[in-house]
């Protein structure tokens, strides 16, 4: 019973913190591809967030296509690479990312984004307004990608 009590503490507390809409935007400890600080300004409007390999391929793609100017969209895009090997990452994965003509923050360890919203295989959308989440979606395709960069 005692251990009943003490893991249901625990699941509760876990959902406190997870990020949903309304919730405040934690200050981030992230840095680029290029090893730089990256900050969620106050004047941010969207987080880009992916987590597995496939939607963030998908993400890439458009971007890098279509040439989306991130930051004057005041958009931020964050990955959790922690997944990955660090061998693989180092030598592979941000050398390759910084061919991008965008900034992408890289959660290495996974400990920053481990509590935020997340599909598999989808690119979570988080909208904000003064720094809180007003909406969060999911998605999937190149075209829906798309479409919602076009929107913005």
């Known amino acids: ?7 249901s503490v625990l699941l509760l507390s876990l959902q406190v913190f997870a990020l949903e809409v309304g919730s405040a935007i934690p200050e981030l400890k992230l840095n680029d591809q290029f090893e730089k600080p990256i900050k969620v300004a106050a004047d941010t409007k969207v987080l880009i967030f992916v987590a597995d390999k496939k939607p963030s391929k998908t993400l890439s793609d458009y971007l890098t296509e279509s040439k989306y100017d991130l930051t004057a ?9 922690s997944k990955m090997p660090s061998m693989i990452s180092s030598m592979f994965a941000k050398p390759a990312m910084k061919k991008y003509h965008y900034n992408v923050a890289l959660d290495e360890a996974g400990d920053e984004t481990k509590s935020w919203p997340r599909q598999t295989d989808k690119v979570t959308i988080m909208t904000l307004k003064n720094q809180k989440i007003s909406q969060v979606q999911y998605l999937q395709t190149k075209e829906e990608i798309e479409k919602f960069f076009k929107a913005l």
């Open 73 to 81: 969209k005041k958009v931020v895009y964050i990955s959790d690479i």
């Open 1 to 7: 019973m005692k251990l009943i009590s003490i893991v």
